[in-house]
């Protein structure tokens, strides 16, 4: 750590972390060393996710639950494994409330056409209304259009402050008594605002609407405990949070999923089936039609082993130390315009910025020719960039294996952006 960096603390260390992660090593452009900063997209895998996934196929490849040969069973064990490394994680009273999908838009979906297909109390209908914010990731807004465009729902939404937080004035008038679902993220993958979630969550249950969080920008940085946040459905994806694409978790309360019907058919997810009609399996397995996706779940397994290790806490203070030393920097940078709040209180390590009247996109290219990775555009949350008049950001994102010397380098990466541009 060099002399400029002597005040930070809570920091991890680093050195040793990225060891771990191969990618981190790369080079680009003719041996600049990478500086990956894009983390709220993706997160790198560390050797202990991609062994666990080689052994998974040289050694454990087969189908789960059905077969009852050696291999078979090693990879139903693996795979049932995994769901409770990840109930453990996420502190699930129980493990059958951990469904797999193939990623958090998926589990959404999955929410969305549970109620749309739900019997009463659960249903969503012409006469009943769903509430959502302005600034979530289009995967929380989208399934809800569809399903208030099906069912004739009315889908009603809170407004941002002008510093990027949830606008809750009209609390009262957003969620009413004919509200049964409230669909919000915990943090803003664009702005990184932390939501006040007991706020939302008591007026959701004093009308008795269900309460779905998106957790995606939540769990690969602190502690996520499901029954602390009195949800009833919880959603996030593995590629996050150290581990592969393809996996995604939905927790739900286990009366919901008892009471509600399957989204999707097929194998595995039946107790009975015959011509004239089918019984399903008890959750999880009735929501996880056909093969699941076994060696993605065994890697997602290896990464809660992983980032448990280490431990959350510890992870969250190295973030806030990251994030409270990057707004700093970068509020030191001209004409560079932060979206969202510009404290690293109440925030997550996403920074989304304006440079001047210089495009995104623009910023984006000349910093990879640097070596630093950025994502660039609407992170798939437009109606926040139309509230603040803006056509896109560009955004760092920072991670367990981001460094202090990692945000000097964007900011000095900014400063050639601007002297490129005139």
Not at 220 to 242: R, S, Y
Not at 286 to 311: C, H, M, R
Not at 379 to 402: E, K, M, Q
Request: aromatic share 8%; proline share 5%.
């Amino acid at each position: 750590m060099t002399s400029a960096h002597q005040g930070l603390t809570g920091l991890l260390d680093t050195e040793a972390i990225r060891k771990d992660f191969p990618l981190l090593d790369r080079t680009v452009h003719d041996g600049k060393k990478i500086v990956y900063l894009d983390s709220a997209a993706t997160s790198q895998k560390p050797r202990q996710v991609l062994d666990a996934l080689n052994a998974y196929y040289e050694r454990h490849n087969a189908n789960v639950h059905r077969g009852v040969y050696t291999v078979a069973e090693e990879a139903t064990a693996l795979y049932e494994g995994a769901r409770d490394k990840v109930a453990a994680f996420i502190n699930a009273p129980s493990r059958d409330e951990v469904i797999f999908t193939k990623n958090a838009s998926e589990s959404l979906n999955l929410v969305a056409n549970m109620l749309g297909w739900a019997d009463e109390p659960y249903r969503v209908d012409h006469e009943t209304e769903i509430a959502i914010t302005e600034m979530e990731h289009h995967s929380n807004i989208v399934p809800w259009q569809l399903l208030s465009q099906r069912t004739g729902a009315k889908l009603k939404w809170f407004g941002l402050t002008d510093d990027g937080r949830l606008d809750l004035s009209n609390i009262d008038e957003v969620i009413t008594e004919k509200t049964k679902i409230v669909s919000f993220t915990l943090v803003s993958n664009l702005l990184g605002t932390y939501n006040p979630v007991e706020t939302i969550v008591r007026r959701a249950q004093e009308v008795g609407a269900l309460v779905c969080i998106d957790a995606s920008q939540a769990a690969p940085h602190m502690v996520l405990d499901v029954q602390a946040l009195q949800a009833d459905f919880v959603a996030f994806t593995g590629h996050k949070m150290c581990g592969p694409t393809g996996i995604g978790v939905l927790w739900g309360r286990q009366e919901l999923l008892e009471d509600l019907p399957p989204f999707l058919g097929g194998g595995e997810m039946i107790e009975t089936v015959s011509m004239h009609s089918s019984t399903y399996a008890p959750a999880p397995h009735k929501f996880e039609a056909g093969t699941p996706p076994i060696a993605q779940a065994v890697g997602l397994g290896a990464a809660v082993d992983y980032l448990s290790a280490i431990g959350m806490e510890n992870i969250a203070r190295h973030e806030h130390a990251i994030t409270e030393y990057a707004v700093r920097r970068l509020q030191e940078v001209p004409d560079l315009r932060i979206i969202g709040p510009t404290t690293a209180e109440d925030r997550g390590a996403a920074i989304s910025f304006t440079l001047g009247d210089i495009h995104p996109h623009d910023v984006g290219q000349v910093l990879d020719e640097q070596g630093i990775a950025v994502r660039v555009g609407h992170h798939c949350a437009r109606p926040v960039c139309l509230r603040y008049g803006i056509p896109a950001t560009t955004r760092a994102s920072f991670y367990l294996y981001s460094t202090p010397a990692e945000v000097d380098a964007l900011v000095e990466g900014l400063e050639h952006v601007r002297n490129f541009f005139g």
